[in-house]
């Protein structure tokens, strides 16, 4: 069992009807369900916990990451509303092991540039046609169970370059039918914990009601839960 916590901005849905006609109970309860319960129906039995923007600590409080195993962040018009002392603590508990899977525009999100140490700019343009979202590391853990690729009907395309590090490992690589290519599947580690960069997941299209992706988010909350591990010690010894 994974400790699970989604945090969203929750604002499209709220002032957008072409957003709340996709989303109607905000993303955060969509993934929330994908990673409840498996195409074949068996539940996780993950726990799960939704957080948002406009909550007290944007519902990111001192408690709520210390339980956390894995936190998803899906952000995108108010990046800079997040609170500055909240980073910090998002910071500190990934480098102490919390996973992180960062989605879609989440990429400007101060937790994501602070850990990356980027500026994390990408091109991007709304409606970039179909994508082919390309396995491109098929022995990796998120990759479990997924045919060779993965075809989105209509998505937001973003495009090289994309002003990040070098991943630890690349899993997905985009093609869209405007001949853009994308990292679209970044692992990294920070400190302790292991961080996943997952591009599909624009608020206007339909991608999380998708079960590939919706698989793809099951196996990156698996493979971003904390280990046991030999205990790290610094500073001076005796």
Same mark, same amino acid.
């Given at each position: 069992?994974?400790?699970?916590?989604?945090?969203?901005?929750?604002?499209?849905?709220?002032?957008?009807?072409?957003?709340?006609?996709?989303?109607?109970?905000?993303?955060?309860?969509?993934?929330?369900?994908?990673?409840?319960?498996?195409?074949?129906?068996?539940?996780? &039995? %993950? *726990?799960?916990?939704?957080?948002?923007? /406009? $909550?007290?600590?944007?519902?990111?409080? @001192?408690? !709520? =990451? #210390?339980?956390?195993?894995?936190?998803?962040?899906? &952000? %995108? *018009?108010?990046?800079?509303?997040?609170? /500055? $002392?909240?980073?910090?603590?998002?910071? @500190?508990? !990934? =480098? #102490?092991?919390?996973?992180?899977?960062?989605?879609?525009?989440?990429?400007?999100?101060?937790?994501?540039?602070?850990?990356?140490?980027?500026?994390?700019?990408?091109?991007?343009? #709304?409606?970039?046609?179909?994508?082919?979202?390309?396995?491109?590391?098929?022995?990796?853990?998120?990759?479990?169970?997924?045919?060779?690729?993965?075809?989105?009907?209509?998505? #937001?395309?973003?495009?090289?370059?994309?002003?990040?590090?070098?991943?630890?490992?690349?899993?997905?690589?985009?093609?869209?039918?405007?001949?853009?290519?994308?990292?679209?599947?970044?692992?990294?580690?920070?400190?302790?914990?292991?961080?996943?960069?997952?591009?599909?997941?624009?608020?206007?299209?339909?991608?999380?009601?998708?079960?590939?992706?919706?698989?793809?988010?099951?196996?990156?909350?698996?493979?971003?839960?904390?280990?046991?591990?030999?205990?790290?010690?610094?500073?001076?010894?005796?």
């Amino acid at each position: 069992m994974v400790d699970v916590t989604i945090w969203n901005e929750f604002r499209h849905e709220r002032e957008d009807d072409a957003v709340a006609a996709v989303y109607p109970d905000g993303i955060h309860a969509t993934i929330a369900d994908a990673l409840a319960e498996r195409a074949d129906g068996t539940k996780t &039995g %993950h *726990e799960l916990r939704t957080a948002t923007l /406009d $909550e007290p600590e944007h519902g990111l409080t @001192e408690t !709520v =990451l #210390e339980s956390t195993d894995v936190l998803l962040w899906w &952000g %995108h *018009e108010a990046h800079d509303e997040v609170a /500055d $002392e909240v980073v910090d603590r998002v910071q @500190e508990r !990934v =480098l #102490e092991g919390m996973g992180l899977i960062v989605l879609h525009s989440g990429h400007y999100s101060k937790p994501f540039k602070r850990l990356m140490g980027t500026t994390c700019s990408l091109q991007y343009r #709304e409606d970039g046609g179909t994508e082919r979202l390309w396995v491109v590391d098929p022995g990796h853990p998120i990759a479990d169970g997924l045919e060779g690729s993965i075809e989105l009907p209509r998505t #937001e395309m973003y495009g090289e370059p994309f002003d990040v590090p070098e991943p630890d490992r690349l899993v997905f690589n985009s093609w869209f039918e405007g001949g853009e290519v994308f990292r679209s599947g970044c692992c990294y580690r920070r400190g302790s914990g292991r961080l996943f960069y997952f591009r599909p997941g624009h608020e206007t299209y339909p991608i999380y009601e998708n079960e590939a992706i919706r698989r793809v988010l099951r196996n990156a909350v698996e493979w971003a839960a904390p280990r046991e591990g030999a205990p790290r010690t610094f500073g001076e010894r005796d």
